[in-house]
């Protein structure tokens, strides 16, 4: 069965500093990634995907994250912080034949200060 | 334009009642889901429907029922609440059924509250 690890339940970063939050996932077939970003009280937005058209993925709001095969990871990152990347940050995966279900790591809350 | 939308966005009741959600999505997907949120942001799906049929249920009691009257619609309804199903509960919708590197697409919850 597929699953994801997101190691750090909360990151805190200051204001202009390097985002990297930690995914790594487990599948046994080639995965489909996901990376979704949840404000307070809203739902679940995507941030990005990787659908193994490329490694290295662009996503809204300034965050990439890259597929790492060898190391079973798809950190996301962003260069700068700004205020309104606080939130909660998901990893997701999804296998072909998975029934469409889509797994989600335990997600890392994002803490950005001036 | 709300592309998913899910109603009432809080519900506060009794231990014992029962109670329904309802989900629309104007996206044209064919598959919809029902998560559930626990107090610690984990979330876990439990029901999957592709163009009305069941196709996921992931050991969720009975006393949750879903109903798909056509594929823009995924109303969830709870029999005999508890204590335990305090959540915030998530409709999504996506297109394509089984795999696919499709995204869900969520609408902002709803937050049950027993009491």
């Known amino acids: 069965a597929q699953s994801v690890t997101q190691l750090g339940s909360h990151v805190s970063v200051s204001e202009g500093a390097l985002v990297l939050l930690r995914c790594n996932y487990s599948?046994?077939?080639?995965?489909?990634l996901f990376w979704y970003v949840q404000y307070p009280n809203q739902g679940l937005q995507l941030l990005l995907k990787?659908?193994?058209?490329?490694?290295l993925v662009k996503g809204i709001n300034g965050f990439e994250a890259e597929f790492k095969k060898s190391e079973t990871s798809f950190h996301l990152t962003k260069p700068s912080a700004h205020m309104s990347d606080a939130a909660e940050y998901f990893c997701a995966v999804r296998v072909t034949g998975g029934g469409n279900k889509l797994t989600f790591g335990t997600g890392t809350q994002l803490k950005v200060e001036l | 334009d709300t592309a998913v939308s899910q109603t009432p966005k809080y519900l506060v009741t009794q231990m014992g009642n029962d109670k329904s959600i309802k989900c629309e999505q104007n996206?044209?997907?064919?598959?919809m889901y029902w998560y559930k949120q626990d107090s610690k942001k984990f979330l876990k799906i439990m029901f999957s429907?592709?163009?009305?049929?069941?196709?996921i249920n992931e050991t969720v009691p009975n006393r949750f029922s879903p109903k798909s009257p056509d594929k823009a619609h995924l109303n969830l309804h709870i029999n005999s609440l508890e204590l335990g199903d305090s959540a915030v509960y998530f409709c999504?919708?996506?297109?394509?059924?089984?795999?696919?590197?499709?995204?869900?697409?969520f609408g902002n919850g709803t937050r049950l509250t027993v009491t």
């Open positions: 599948s046994s077939v080639p995965p489909y």
């Open positions: 996206l044209g997907h064919d598959t």
């Open positions: 429907y592709n163009n009305k049929e069941l196709i």
């Open positions: 990787y659908t193994s058209a490329a490694t």
């Open positions: 999504a919708s996506s297109q394509g059924d089984v795999g696919g590197n499709s995204p869900l697409h």
